[in-house]
């Protein structure tokens, strides 16, 4: 399956039955039982060590863009797909950099593909709840000023714009994906990095007619380059 390297639906057709609610899909129902057990592993790795655990609160925000360059076309208009911001709890077992962070962000998602094609409203509005395992690369003698990390993990998104888009769309109330990412932490203070969400589950579909024939799977699939500040 491709992917509009610009719009963030891909063009490739998809099959959905029009006539079933999202949260009523197998898929969805096996991202609830993959999240609960991702969730049981977090929680008894912090019941292990919970004497040992590093336990902190920050603020973060960026930016949700179609494609990831490492130079300033990253920021360009064309490029950006709208924007997060909110709070991040993150948890980390000293000396091994083993932890989690979980975070609850408002999203604003914007769909080009929408607004090329005359549909009334292409921004959707989100709360969104990623829940990630992350792993801190300690390097001896510059880990106070510099340290990688890698994550993953599932994020659910609840819809808080409306729903009806038009008179032919409709969006989703929930939307699921799976994240991986990367990024330093600063100073044990500030932390930048960026990751890229595989949508599982439709955003939006069609009224009246079968989403098949519009030619759109509207799962998302977009990098978010974030920067937080942990106190």
Not at 37 to 60: D, Y
Not at 83 to 104: C, H, K, N, Q
Not at 148 to 154: H, I, L, Q
Request: glycine share 8%.
């Amino acid at each position: 399956m491709q992917t509009h390297p610009r719009r963030g639906l891909s063009t490739t057709p998809h099959r959905y039955d029009v006539g079933t609610e999202i949260h009523k899909t197998p898929k969805l129902l096996f991202m609830r039982k993959l999240t609960a057990i991702f969730t049981t592993m977090i929680l008894a790795l912090c019941l292990t060590i919970q004497s040992e655990a590093q336990v902190r609160f920050g603020i973060k925000a960026g930016l949700n863009v179609n494609s990831l360059n490492f130079n300033e076309s990253v920021f360009h208009a064309d490029n950006r797909a709208g924007f997060t911001g909110g709070l991040m709890m993150e948890f980390t077992v000293p000396l091994i950099g083993i932890g989690a962070d979980l975070s609850a962000m408002y999203v604003r998602r914007d769909a080009q593909w929408m607004a090329e094609n005359d549909i009334q409203k292409s921004n959707r509005d989100y709360i969104e709840i990623p829940l990630n395992l992350k792993y801190k690369i300690g390097i001896p003698v510059i880990s106070k000023i510099v340290t990688p990390f890698v994550t993953t993990g599932p994020s659910v998104s609840f819809l808080t714009s409306k729903r009806a888009i038009g008179d032919a769309w409709t969006n989703n109330k929930v939307d699921w994906a799976w994240n991986f990412g990367f990024g330093v932490q600063l100073l044990s203070k500030v932390q930048v990095a960026a990751s890229y969400g595989l949508g599982l589950t439709n955003t939006l579909h069609a009224i009246g007619k079968n989403t098949d024939n519009a030619g759109i799977d509207s799962k998302n699939r977009y990098w978010t380059i974030t920067a937080a500040y942990l106190f």
